[in-house]
């Protein structure tokens, strides 16, 4: 097989989401998957997204409680390097499958597990359902966030601008209070990301030690990673430029329906080109200045939520006047970053991500020829494809039996064919000894890179002379930690003599300004490799390649790929929502994190550097990965959110209850927990023939769904939780109390899931910690978010400079060093 991890076998035994996305990102760079299922195939199959997910995969069905079909799944363990499984806590270890037994017969083994909340927290046995854990985590609270932000919360801060009023459809989503239920399925989405970086990571420690290891990860550090701009807790959150309103309901999120009735997001709202190009009948964007030279563009400061009320309605107003795709045509004219919200078939339907194999048509067994996300990481040197449909359960049940024989087991450590002899030193972390430089801007591409921090690389942040300002913000906070800094005028000759000599010791250059202005400065691919042939070099953009000459974010990625047409529950007239726990940018940072670790399996291999790049979109469309559309761009019926944003229907939704709201997660087709939901709500219109089977629930569900909510409106939703829990009925508190509990509650600190460091500017200052758990080179926090300029002078002098020399590029402008001191970054 092509691609980095070509020759490395897998066994896929998860269900659910995330663990089979994960097998597919490994599929579609190389690995051979075989999914293993039960007789009758893997029963979370009946997802839509199944088709897309299990693609490029094997299927062989094994009946794991027979010894024959046992016996047959260890020969597969002891002939694979992967195993990924999303068993709940304890029934690994019951079937004989367990991290020590599987070791003991292949210690060159990966083996990921992937859980709902870990093996050592009190919730370990609640279920791994995504609408349940988001509920019970409180992420249906953070999909617009809270008055005030919930840093404010957390820090006790009284509610910036409490008495401000703002306009109607100013803030996101519904025109209603409480929790709001998306599409996305944001746990798992996280839980995917990290499983494929951590088997990727620990595949690639592997090459260094010759050993696998146990990589473990949960759909709660999927929230983890999701709340991560908003779950902070500083010392001083008044600390100058921290806070900002971008976390708060209450900011217009640029959302505006146009004449057409189509609607479009400008992010960051900006109320000159907006007004400014409306003024006569036509759009004009003649004397209209682009974002960076408007001095009146919108910041981050809070007292722009004043400014934006203000001009909401009259930008409201300027929109309806005009059709959407010409506010889109007039904002690529001005660089303004705009695009039209478009649904995920829309998506699929679109012939430049086809054409950027971002989009990819295949034969599927039973449907026919069918178009769904395509390959996501664009690997130069090593390409990846997608290869072949999602396999019949069972499709390959004699094949992969009939291969057992003929694989050869693996080569003891230290002897494999692919592996380099053993680093004579133990690795600390997955990436100990690989350096990055991060010339990343905003949150996508400095995500990345502190991920490649958290795993044990040395990361080098090379900063501008004018960063202080966006590195104090919270947002800023969320994705730079661990890394040390050097701030540096690059269109001075004497800085980039200073980045040459970094790229000469560099592994890896990472950056996500548009690549034009790379080559401008001189920092593209082609200038660097001449420096350093080794060199793998990651650009991580907005786009696809035809909209490469745009201005693109999380939020208009988010607009293209469908993800806030599908969260706002716009196809039943809602209003799209761009959450405040997108995987946009930070999505795109973790494929760019797993395609760094690829490329460099893949120079471990070849002794080859190589180009890649990612994109925001194409982790938006990972995010909406869910749909598939027919040879007539035809989307399949699949469950869509409402437009109030409760649920995906009458089992699968948010209900207020007396004092809160409940979270409720049966499957459409499970009459016998329908049943005891029925006798525990005790209504005689619930126990109605009507309801009996699925498909007069499905006929009938907005009655449904009003005569459940009327029963649970009479209770708490804690007396609710404790019957239906009881009874076997799937469900969860929305409990937007959670994340208070989380920085506070011992179980969590001492499971490594909070991180305290001390800050330069805030001080103390806790977030999330530890993403994965490896057992043989742990993840780390190498240190507090970092302070531009920081390491300046240490990193000159380690390159060889003198304090001559180094006087000489402080005094005359080349380079800054900081004035605030802080633990240096490891």
């Known amino acids: 097989m092509t691609g980095a991890l070509g020759g490395t076998r897998v066994v896929d035994l998860s ?49 794991l409680d027979d010894p024959a079909g046992r016996g047959a799944l260890l020969a597969l363990v002891e002939r694979t390097d992967v195993v990924v499984e999303s068993f709940a806590p304890g029934v690994a270890a019951r079937m004989g499958l367990d991290w020590d037994t599987l070791r003991a017969r292949n210690p060159r083994l990966v083996l990921c597990s992937i859980t709902a909340y870990g093996r050592h927290l009190p919730e370990r046995d609640r279920p791994a359902i995504d609408a349940l854990v988001a509920a019970r985590t409180g992420l249906h609270w953070e999909q617009r966030g809270r008055p005030g932000t919930t840093i404010g919360m957390l820090c006790d801060l009284p509610v910036e601008l409490a008495d401000l009023e703002i306009p ?8 209603r209070d409480g929790p709001l239920f998306p599409r996305s399925t944001w746990p798992s989405l996280g839980a995917a990301f990290l499983a494929t970086t951590g088997v990727t990571a620990a595949l690639r420690a592997r090459t260094r030690t010759g050993r696998g290891q146990w ?25 100058d430029g921290y806070l900002s309103w971008i976390m708060d309901p209450r900011g217009s999120k640029g959302h505006f329906r146009c004449a057409d009735g189509r609607w479009v997001q400008n992010w960051v709202p900006n109320p000159a080109f907006t007004l400014g190009v409306s003024e006569g009948d036509h759009l004009d964007p003649e004397g209209v200045k682009a974002p960076r030279e408007d001095p009146s563009r919108i910041g981050p400061d809070y007292s722009e939520l004043v400014v934006l009320a203000h001009y909401h309605p009259e930008m ?35 012939p430049a991500l086809l054409e950027a194999g971002m989009v990819v048509e295949l034969d599927d067994p039973e449907v026919g020829r069918i178009r769904h996300a395509g390959v996501l990481i664009d690997m130069k040197g090593s390409p990846g494809a997608v290869r072949g449909p999602a396999p019949l359960p069972g499709q390959h049940t004699d094949e992969v039996l009939a291969q057992l024989a003929e694989l050869a087991r693996p080569p003891a450590p230290l002897d494999g064919p692919t592996d380099a002899p053993a680093d004579p030193t133990p690795l600390r972390a997955p990436l100990d000894g690989v350096t990055v430089l991060d010339l990343g801007l905003a949150i996508a591409g400095p995500w990345g890179t502190q991920v490649l921090s958290d795993l044990g690389a040395t990361v080098i942040k090379v900063n501008t002379l004018w960063d202080d300002f966006w590195h104090a913000t919270h947002i800023a ?49 082609e200038s660097l490799r001449k420096i350093n042939p080794r060199l793998i070099y990651c650009h991580t953009a907005g786009f696809d390649p035809s909209r490469a000459h745009l201005p693109g974010n999380d939020q208009t990625g988010a607009c293209l790929a469908g993800v806030e047409f599908e969260d706002g529950g716009v196809a039943d007239g809602g209003k799209p929502i761009w959450s405040l726990t997108s995987f946009g940018d930070t999505g795109n940072g973790f494929l760019s994190a797993i395609g760094i670790i690829q ?18 979109l194409a982790a938006c469309l990972l995010n909406t990965s869910y749909a598939w559309v027919d040879a007539e761009g035809r989307g399949v019926p699949r469950a869509h959110v409402d437009r109030e944003m409760f649920g995906l229907g009458p089992l699968q939704r948010l209900y207020q209850t007396a004092d809160g709201w409940l979270c409720v997660a049966l499957d459409s087709d499970d009459d016998e927990r329908w049943a005891a939901m029925v006798e525990v709500l005790d209504d005689a219109r619930l126990a109605d023939a009507a309801y009996a089977t699925t498909a007069r629930r499905a006929e009938r569900s907005d009655e449904l769904a009003t005569a459940i909510g009327d029963v649970l409106r009479t209770a708490p939703a804690s007396d609710w939780f404790a019957r239906l829990d009881a009874a076997g009925v799937p469900c969860e508190v929305a409990d937007g109390g959670f994340v208070r509990r989380f920085f506070d509650d011992r179980a969590y600190r001492d499971a490594g899931l909070v991180a305290t460091t001390e800050q330069a500017q805030v001080g103390r200052f806790e977030q999330f910690g530890h993403l994965w758990s490896f057992s043989d080179t742990p993840s780390r926090v190498a240190g507090p978010p970092l302070v531009v300029g920081h390491d300046t002078v240490a990193l000159l002098q380690e390159l060889g400079y003198t304090p001559d020399q180094i006087d000489a590029l402080l005094a005359d402008g080349v380079a800054k060093q900081a004035t605030l001191t802080q633990e240096r970054a490891l």
């Not at 994960?22 to 039960?38: N, R, S, Y």
């Not at 109607?168 to 025109?175: H, I, K, L, M, R």
């Not at 490329?599 to 925001?616: C, K, M, P, V, Y």
């Open 215 to 239: 990589v473990e990860t949960s759909l709660l550090q999927g929230v983890l990673a999701a709340t991560a701009g908003s779950w902070q807790r500083p010392e001083d959150p008044r600390s």
């Open 15 to 63: 269900t659910g989401i995330a663990g089979p996305m994960a097998t597919m990102l490994l599929a579609d760079h190389g690995a051979e998957v075989v999914k293993v299922e039960p007789p009758g195939g893997d029963p979370t199959r009946t997802h839509t997204g199944s088709r897309v997910w299990h693609r490029g995969k094997r299927s062989a069905e094994l009946d």
């Open 168 to 175: 109607p459809g100013c803030a996101d989503g519904p025109e």
């Open 316 to 350: 409201a107003a300027a929109y309806g006047r005009f059709p959407a795709d010409d506010w889109v045509r007039v904002a690529a004219e001005v660089g303004v970053p705009l695009q039209r919200v478009r649904s995920a078939e829309e998506a699929l339907a679109d």
């Open 599 to 616: 490329a460099l399996i893949h120079r471990d291999r070849t002794g080859e550097g190589q180009f890649l790049s990612t994109n925001i």
């Open 477 to 525: 906070f969320c994705a730079n930690r661990g890394k040390q800094s050097i701030s540096m005028n690059l269109k001075d000759p004497r800085a980039m003599e200073v980045l040459h000599r970094l790229v000469e010791r560099a592994d890896v250059v990472q950056h996500n300004m548009r690549y034009e202005a790379a080559v401008r400065l001189g920092v593209d691919d």
